[in-house]
């Protein structure tokens, strides 16, 4: 099993930026791609961001791509989220996935292993 504990939510004005951070337990040898998703009120769960365990493969969502930067550092098992120029839409509860396989890494399905989620609140 592996246990996940995100930090780092929290309220910023648009246009602002907060680092989430992903710290994982357990079997973390097993885990190959960490991702990030997000739940808006009255809307389903997304993709936001993914990393494989070396770091050389990256993916986005199109709505994040270019202010968001999703890294890990293996030797402490935690990965980030540093989101910049943030806006008012990319309010939401964060949530911080793993999984061991190296497919698909931007379906929420493939995940294992979850997070409880951080809110992230953007005012405009």
């Known amino acids: 099993q592996v246990q996940l504990v995100e930090s780092g939510g929290g309220l910023v004005q648009a246009g602002g930026s907060l680092r989430l951070s992903c710290a994982a337990s357990?079997?973390?040898?097993?885990?190959?791609?960490m991702g990030w998703f997000r739940q808006a009120p009255g809307k389903e769960r997304e993709f936001v961001a993914a990393?494989?365990?070396?770091?050389?493969?990256?993916y986005y969502a199109d709505s994040v791509k270019g202010r968001f930067t999703i890294s890990r550092d293996n030797a402490k098992n935690t990965a980030y989220l540093q989101m910049n120029i943030l806006k008012p839409e990319d309010t939401a509860v964060y949530y911080c996935?793993?999984?061991?396989?190296?497919?698909?890494?931007?379906?929420?399905?493939?995940?294992?292993?979850w997070g409880q989620g951080t809110q992230v609140t953007v005012s405009s």
């Open positions: 996935a793993a999984k061991p396989g190296w497919k698909e890494p931007t379906m929420m399905s493939r995940y294992d292993y």
């Open positions: 357990g079997r973390t040898f097993t885990i190959y791609y």
């Open positions: 990393i494989n365990w070396s770091g050389g493969s990256t």
